[in-house]
Every structure is written in structure tokens, then in C-alpha cells.
């Protein structure tokens, strides 16, 4: 029997191959699932096993287990520590603060929010930075020019400071822009905020490649035979950027998961009654000394879905461009010297 | 070089003008509602917002608004307006609490982070490597409001080795700051050394194939000395662009949550009171400051970046 070349496979189902032989990859990826699972639970565990909603709060109730009544906060404003099964899943991780909500049902919410914004605003940033770079890219010139340097701008600054600043405005002003308006608690503001600053970390690099397949003889090809602009950018160009686009859009649902929190601990992100892992911390880290848990329970949710994602872009790079030799480096956005002469 | 030095310079001020057009749209022109209200804070009553919009010139078209805005906060005018404090009074007391965190954290997570690195690059392919690598990615994945929680809780509340929060300073107590500042530097250091020394392995690894290190060897040079003189020194460039940029980031980024964790009185703390207060003219402040700063460092580093490397100062002059 004759040997299957490799060539007879697609790229993709070689990638595929490649991706499923890297375990570490594909148990970062299990957990992962495992994380949105876990989330997409909320309404279940908050109806049936703990009875209550993320907001609902409880303060002077008491709470049966077994012969004996506790106090879901005490006259000291301590909320109860976690309970895991012995009052049936109420309370499985304590209260959250003198409100005496359930830390359970919160965190399962918060984690809605936090996934919601990372994976959104990391869809809005690849989109404007497909279209970003391939204009960029496509048209050089004075085009080029206008973005690059805007791009370049947006890069230097120190972000999560200017987060906080357009965050917190924001969230006191809200937003309106032609159409789109938007009130100051919604969770579409840090969602606009971590998009803009995070634009330039996947737009530079994609407006490289960009101008380097122009140079291609495919594209001189499509030229000739009398494509038109659009037709070469997203049929001839865009289908050579989607392994870097794929791997990007991971790192970046990591990256913004990190800025929303960033925000929301600093409370100029999600606003209440919205919660998110983030906010929770911030919530937590004044019961610090007496129930430590409710700071780190919310950090460790944050590092192990980060972790993951990290993990799993890395490993995705791996498996769609083999050749690649700067990985993380090109994560953080540093790699290229070139772009540090504005 | 003085010509890369003016044009960088040049660059540089044109920079500065941008961001602070930036800020000045962040602030007065982006929010959908009365500027005069948003500085005022919560609970303003209608005399001071009315107060304000005089001061700020609220009526007045833009550019007019824009100018205002600079020359209050470069003439050290702003303030906060429940209470009035002023803002620039605010912010260079924080400053010697902000450098003392952000400096000790760099020079820990760059002192381990080339040490490890260096042990790597000598000894590729070990487990030290692998080692490396996984620290790395865990480095960028670990959040400050993890990091910082665990340590306070365990280090200073159940072991109580170290002291709880505060900053003492250096020129009251120079001890009590040490020992104060071991944590927060360790929680924004920790961070950094293992991608610190993924970046100077692989530049180190490049280096190491390069001929002048052949002919390094060639002329005799003991292995200690090739790589301390030749492949060192060479892969350290990298590292002066990437340092620039990340102490930049700390102290405009990282400081500000370390420091409300920590209860550190500097800057960031500032910054985190004025967010969870809601008041604007303060975050107007640090932000413009802190973009300032950021971009005169980055304007720094590509100056060292130019007189380590001739090539970068000779392309840019060629251009």
C-alpha cells in the first residue's frame, strides 16, 4: 500500500493533527470548555440548588443546617464562609459581603460578564483590525500613513490608564456617538474601552503581513485578471492572515479578560448591579483578613481561564505555523524595534 | 547621533500633542453628558457646576476648551471640587511612593530575569528551559489581584513575616520602607521574570550563531569570557527597548492596582480613590501625567536603543 503523502491532506486537518498530538494544548482547551460550562450553568445552580440570584441579598437571614441555625451575616457584618453541601448548596461558597449575597451564584454570573466582554470585545477588536490592517496594507500611501501613525499613538500609551480615564468618564457620562448611545452602567461601555486600546496589539502586526502578501505573486495574479481591490483584500489576502488571525483572537480574549478586570477592580469597568470576576475581587479584597477566599476564588477563576486561553493560543500558533519561532514575545506586542521610532 | 537625538525629539513633541488632544476627548468631548457636571463629582450643587463651566470655559468652541484644559493643568490649576484639593499637590506627594515600588520591582524582575535567562541560554534544551517556558506563559496569565491577596493573606495576616500595607519613607525609616516594599515588589515583579528570561534566551541563542562569536572563540577567549563579552552584551539590546516599555507600563498600569492593595500612598492609590469617588479632574491629572511620562521613556529608551545599536541611528538617518 502506497504511504498517504502529506500533501493530500488540507493544512487545516494537518494543523488540526498537529494541535490534538499537543496535550498540554488540548487540556487547556478541555478546561476551557469546562470554564464556559461552568458559567453557562448559572441559571440552573442559582434556580435549583441555591435558590437565589446574584443580587438577591439575604442579610438578616439565618440559615439551617442540620440542628443548627447560622447567621447568614453576623451583627459584626462578617458574612457567612462557605457551606459547600451542608445546607443543600445554599451558600456553597459563603456570603459575599454584609449583604449576604451568594458568593456561588455570583461567581457563576460574574463569570458570564467577564467571558461575555473578553469574547466580544476581542470579536470587535479583530474585526476593526482586519480592516485596519488590510487597508493599511492594501493601499500604502497616504492611507498607510493615517493608521499607522494612529496606531502608533494608541501603542505608546500606557493603557490600563487610559482605560481607567475613559471608563470612568464613561460611566458617569455614558456614551453617544451618532447612532450608537449607550447609558453609563452598561456593559457595553468597558467592552468599547477594551476594544479601542487593545486595536493597535492586532493590527500591527497584521498590517505587516498584509504588506507582504501584496508582494505575492497571487495577488499580482488576481490583479491581472482584473480583480478589484476588495475582491483581492478579502478574497486573495484575508484567507492567508486567518492562522495569525486565529491565534491573535485567543491571546486576545486572554489579554482583555485581564483589562476588564483590571477595570472593574478599579470600579471603573463593569458597574453595579452587573458584576464580574473583577468587581468581585475589589468586593472581596475588604473581608481580606477574615473570609480570604472571596478575593481569591474570583482571581483563581480569572488565572485559570486566562491560563488556558494563553495555552491554547500558544499551542494553536504551534500547530498552523510550525516555522514560527517568536511566540510569546509577539503576544505582549514587543517583538518588532522598528515600530519604537514614531 | 545629535541628528537621531532632534529627530526623535521632534517625534516625540508631536506625540505628546496627540495624546493630549487624546485626553482632552477622553474627558471633555466623548461622555454624552454636561462636562461641567462630570468634574463637579457626585452631589455638586448647581452654583459650583455653574462655577465650573465658566472656569473651563464650557461655552466655548473647542480649541478654546482644549487650551484652557492644558493651561489649568500645566499651570498647576486643577483641582478637585468636593473638596477642593489641588490635584498637582495630590500627585508629586504620591510620586516618591510610586518610583520607590516601580523602580524596586524592575530591578528584581531584571536582575532574576537576565540570571535565569543567561542559565538557559548557557544550558539549552534542559529542564531549566522547560522550566522557563511554562513560568513564562504562568507569568502572563497570573493577574496582580491574585498574586496580591494570596501573598497579604498568607505573609502578612497567618505568618505575619512581613509588615501590613502602608509606605513608610525611605528618608524617615529606610528599613521600615524596605520591608514594607518586599511585597508589592515581589507581586509586580514576579510577573515579569520569566518572560524577561524567555526574551534574553532566544536573543541570546540568535547571537550565539552570529560569526563574531566563532571568531571569538577562534582568537581563544575562555567560554565564561564569550559569553559574557560577546553574547551578552549583544543580546542585551532587546532587553533596553522591552525594559522601557514595561517600566512605563508599571508605573502608569500595574502601580495603580498594587498600590490600592498594598495601601501604598502614592499616585496609582490616588488614582483608585478618585475612581471609586467618581471624581474626574484627579483621573485628568494622572492620566495626562502618566501619558507624558510613558512617552518620554519610550522617547529614553530608543535613544539608548540608538547608542547601543548603530544601525538603528544609521537607518533613521538614512530614512
Sequence with gaps: ?342 | MARFIVRRMAGMVIVLFAVSVLVFLVFNVIPNSNPAERLAGKNATPVLVKSIEEEWGFDKSLPEQYVTMMKKVFNGELTSYSPRIPVDERIAEGVPATLSLSIGAGIIWLFFGLLLGYIAAVRAGGKLDKFLTGLSIAGISIPVFLIAPVLIYFLTYKLEIFPSGGYVPFSEEPWEWFTHLILPWVTVAILSIGFYSRVLRSSMLDVMNEEYVRTARAKGLSERQVMTRHVLRNSLVPIVTLFGLDFGATVAGTAIITESFFNIEGVGLYAAESISKLELPPIMGVTLYGAFFVVFVNALVDIAYAYLDPRVRLGAAAR
Design chain 1, 1 to 342: 500500500m502506497e504511504p498517504v503523502s502529506a500533501d493530500e491532506r488540507g493544512p487545516w486537518r494537518l494543523a488540526l493533527r498537529r494541535f490534538l498530538r499537543n496535550r498540554f494544548a488540548v487540556a487547556a482547551l478541555a478546561l476551557f470548555f469546562l470554564i464556559v460550562l461552568f458559567v453557562l450553568a448559572a441559571p440552573l445552580w442559582a434556580d435549583h440548588v441555591a435558590h437565589t440570584g446574584p443580587n438577591e441579598t439575604h442579610t438578616l437571614q439565618k440559615l439551617q443546617v442540620g440542628d443548627e441555625t447560622r447567621e447568614v451575616v453576623t451583627p459584626a457584618g462578617i458574612p457567612i464562609g462557605p457551606q459547600w453541601f451542608e445546607a443543600g448548596g445554599k451558600f456553597f461558597l459563603g456570603a459575599d459581603s454584609r449583604l449576604g449575597r451568594d458568593e456561588m451564584v455570583r461567581l457563576m454570573y460574574g463569570g458570564r460578564t467577564s467571558l461575555f466582554i473578553g469574547i466580544v470585545s476581542a470579536l470587535i477588536t479583530t474585526l476593526a483590525a482586519i480592516v485596519l490592517g488590510l487597508l493599511a496594507g492594501y493601499y500604502r500611501g497616504w492611507v498607510d500613513a493615517v493608521i499607522a501613525r494612529v496606531l502608533d499613538v494608541l501603542w505608546s500609551l500606557p493603557v490600563l490608564l487610559f482605560g481607567i480615564a475613559l471608563g470612568t468618564s464613561l460611566a458617569i457620562g455614558g456614551l453617544k456617538i451618532g447612532p450608537l448611545e449607550l447609558s453609563g452602567g452598561s456593559i457595553w461601555i468597558p467592552i468599547f474601552v477594551i476594544s479601542v486600546f487593545t486595536v493597535p496589539y492586532m493590527a500591527r502586526p497584521l498590517r505587516g503581513e498584509v504588506l507582504a502578501l501584496k508582494e505575492k505573486e497571487f495577488v499580482e495574479a488576481a490583479v491581472a485578471q482584473g480583480a478589484g481591490p476588495l475582491r483581492v483584500m478579502i478574497g486573495e489576502i484575508l484567507p492567508n492572515l486567518a492562522s495569525t488571525i486565529i491565534v491573535f483572537f485567543t491571546l486576545n480574549i486572554a489579554n482583555n479578560m485581564l483589562f476588564e478586570a483590571a477595570l472593574s477592580f478599579l470600579g471603573a469597568g463593569v458597574q453595579p448591579p452587573n458584576s464580574s470576576w473583577g468587581s468581585m475581587i475589589s468586593i472581596g479584597e475588604e473581608l481580606l483578613t477574615t473570609q480570604p477566599l472571596l478575593a481569591i476564588i474570583p482571581g483563581a477563576m480569572i488565572l485559570l481561564t486566562v491560563l488556558s486561553l494563553n495555552i491554547v493560543g500558544d499551542g494553536l500558533r504551534d500547530a498552523l505555523d510550525p516555522r514560527s519561532k517568536v511566540r510569546l514575545e509577539a503576544h505582549a506586542g514587543i517583538v518588532e524595534p522598528e515600530g519604537a521610532s514614531v
